[in-house]
């Protein structure tokens, strides 16, 4: 046979052409494509698990009750590391190979901000957790959705306690990273407004160092009553045990997830009298209870998963929002997750409660795990519920739990 | 997915200009550069600051770049380069940890942890997304293809003779009167530049850099791909990168079939894999994919006239 030139010509342009006359051929009915993209290691390390887990629990439950819109649902599941540099060619790897309609469960602030102008260039909607004041701004198409208050709201609940315990003076320390900056900046104005100061100047240290000696010199150097640190549980660890070293006698103030168990642990009853707050789950509430059962834990009433409730949120959304859009297009996605989050509407608590109603042509109100799920304009949540604990004798003892409200 | 291989080349392309830099250096030379990402990461923040705190275009930022990692480069050769093998490691690698600090630290400059946000793009602003990627990825090959031809042209001219003489035993060379040190500075400082370089079109192609991008694993990076593709072999350097590159994001698709595991242990065992892969290389393959060419001995070139 000879090859002419047209026969060529026509002949490569037709199989260059193939896979996208075949892709739009198979769209309607290939699965829906989410991506789920957590820390499974790094800083995020002890959270991330149980994030993904709650994810794929829930797009299991929902592929063996028949998927969204009648097409599977099929999770890309990826790890961010902690890193906003992993979280991005993860990201990439999501949006252009995969092509996810959705991205889920960043965890650290920088990650989620760092991907964002990726998912708002090709109109992907992200659900995550995070609690830096920055998140919002980088959103111009209204696509991003946040299950986390930001740090005012944790920062009013401390500086509360703080004052109604007596210490008006607090000097401030985190590790030098996004979300302590913001956290800083939070606490001193949350301050003020009680009638407190920051002692000195906030003091951020570099994370990840061998020893932190000569900063917990500093911080005792400024005499202050009570310190607050907003680390992490590897270096607020390091940091607290060279402040018991050194001789500090003040109060110290912290967030909870620094002070888990491996933190007891480690530092034995020297961790009594830490005061310690953050946002948490409604224990005892059915939809809680329902998540927990989901992913095999059994409800007895303390504070179990305080992420994964919210990712078990975050793809609860989502795919309700794709069965009410009837569409996989972010915008739309986007517009249906304010209307099911905000109502109004029948109160629902699972995908399967919420896509029988939709099929009727009711409106609902997504009731979570983590939270009532209200958001503001912005993506950022309405309100969530608080807790502070002192440690006594090595366990958590709870002080109050408060509901923030954001206006 | 062809928009996703555009970007896996672009990020290849970058890691190729690393590699053919750090091939002069260590490949060629003998120098024992593991602050790689310091230069990268100095590039990418210089060709920011000058293209939106100084508002030039990304030529300008490019050059900013290049200055400023072969300014570096000169602080840093002056400071060790009297230093030999394992001691030169040990201050390229802390200088390189130093430069994570400051992009960490300053906030008034780089933006701090908040990352810094790179709106110029080196392509004409208007163009469609697609296009848009093409066009980068076209300026990164370009890139590539004129280190790679430099540096290939330095290597094999008389020049490059000197280089891995220094490399084999530099008391050769001195014996000579070659000014052993001026060679050593010479290298280390085009080779920062072209590091600075890469980083400056890393920088404008992914838009915000923050100071985790500049971690040491970059560097491990670029290394294996020079040790992969065979060290003092230029050829081999690019060949190196894009395995590299490719193993590192193609395992992603490795893996995504099993349905065994939870994503934790997929993203483990994406890391075996790369590292099995690599082991498995240095076994059979000592000397990398493409080993240095071994010269014959000049008795086939015709004797100069005196």
């Given amino acids: ?407 | 997915m062809d928009a996703y291989l555009v970007a896996i080349l672009t990020v290849a392309g970058v890691y190729v200009v690393l590699a053919l830099a750090l091939n002069l250096q260590f490949g060629l030379t003998g120098l024992i550069n593991f602050g790689v990402v310091g230069f990268f990461g100095i590039g990418a923040y210089a060709s920011g600051i000058a293209t939106e705190t100084l508002g030039l275009p990304f030529v300008g930022g490019l050059m900013v770049a290049i200055l400023a990692g072969g300014v570096t480069g000169v602080g840093v050769a002056l400071l060790s380069l009297r230093l030999s093998g394992d001691f030169l490691a040990i201050v390229t690698l802390g200088f390189a940890e130093t430069a994570r600090l400051v992009f960490n630290n300053e906030d008034w400059l780089t933006g701090g942890p908040r990352g810094f946000i790179i709106r110029t793009r080196p392509v004409m602003s208007g163009l469609s997304r697609d296009v848009t990627a093409w066009a980068v990825l076209g300026l990164v090959a370009a890139a590539a293809l004129i280190t790679f031809l430099v540096l290939r042209r330095l290597a094999d001219a008389p020049y490059g003779r000197i280089l891995r003489a220094i490399r084999e035993d530099d008391l050769v060379p001195s014996t000579l009167g070659k000014n052993v040190f001026v060679y050593r500075l010479q290298v280390f400082v085009v080779g920062s530049a072209a590091m600075a370089a890469a980083g400056s079109l890393y920088a404008h192609y992914v838009q915000t850099i923050t100071p985790d991008n500049f971690t040491t694993p970059v560097a491990i990076l670029v290394w294996m791909a020079v040790i992969v593709g065979g060290a003092g072999n230029m050829l081999g350097s690019v060949l190196g990168a894009l395995l590299v590159t490719v193993l590192y994001e193609g395992s992603r698709f490795v893996t995504a079939g099993i349905s065994v595991l939870d994503a934790e242990q997929i993203s483990a065992l994406r890391f075996i894999l790369i590292g099995t892969v690599l082991i498995l290389t240095i076994r059979f393959r000592p000397m990398g994919i493409l080993p240095e060419s071994q010269r014959r001995a000049s008795a086939s070139v015709p004797p100069t006239t005196p």
């Fill in chain 1, 1 to 407: 046979m000879d090859l002419s030139r047209r026969l060529f010509i026509s002949g490569a342009t037709l199989t260059l052409a193939a896979p996208a006359l075949l892709r739009h051929g198979l769209a309607q009915s290939a699965p829906i494509k989410i991506g789920s993209l957590t820390p499974l290691s790094g800083g995020g390390g002890p959270y991330g698990p149980e994030k993904a887990k709650a994810h794929r629990a829930v797009v299991d439950l929902v592929n063996t009750a028949g998927g969204v819109l009648g097409r599977k649902v099929e999770l890309i599941a990826d790890n961010t590391e902690t890193n906003p540099e992993v979280a991005v060619r993860a990201a990439r790897k999501m949006i252009d190979a995969d092509r996810v309609c959705a991205i889920a469960g960043t965890w650290a602030s920088s990650e989620t901000l760092a991907i964002m102008p990726l998912c708002q260039d090709a109109n992907v909607v992200q659900v995550y957790t995070g609690s830096s004041d920055y998140l919002p701004n980088g959103d111009r198409k209204g696509l991003c959705f946040n299950l986390q208050p930001l740090n005012q709201a944790w920062c009013v609940a401390l500086a509360d306690l703080a004052a109604k315990r007596g210490f008006l003076e607090v000097a401030f320390a985190g590790p030098k990273n996004d979300f302590a900056a913001s956290m800083g900046e939070s606490f001193a104005s949350a301050l003020r407004k009680v009638g407190g100061k920051i002692v000195g100047e906030p003091f951020y240290y570099n994370p990840n160092q061998v020893s932190y000696r000569a900063e917990a010199e500093r911080l005792i150097a400024t005499r202050a009553p009570a310190i607050f640190i907003a680390g992490y549980v590897t270096d607020f660890t390091a940091v607290y045990r060279e402040l018991v070293r050194g001789g500090y006698k003040g109060k110290v103030f912290t967030l909870s997830f620094a002070v888990g168990p491996d933190f007891k642990k480690v530092v034995g009853s020297a961790a009594d009298g830490i005061l310690h707050g953050s946002p948490v789950p409604p224990v005892g509430k059915d939809a809680y209870d329902v998540y927990l059962n989901l992913v095999c834990l059994k409800p007895n009433g303390q504070v179990q998963a305080p992420y994964g409730c919210a990712a078990y949120d975050e793809m609860n959304l989502l795919l309700l929002a794709i069965e009410g859009a009837k569409s996989t297009e972010g915008p739309r996605i986007a517009e249906y997750i304010r209307r099911i989050a905000n109502g109004p509407g029948e109160r629902v608590t699972t995908f399967a409660d919420g896509a029988k109603l939709i099929s009727t042509g009711k409106g609902i109100n997504y009731d979570g795990a983590s939270s009532s799920v209200e958001f503001l304009p912005n993506g950022m949540l309405k309100s969530r519920d608080f807790a502070l604990y002192e440690i006594q004798k090595g366990e958590d003892t709870l002080i109050l739990t408060t509901t923030s409200i954001v206006d």
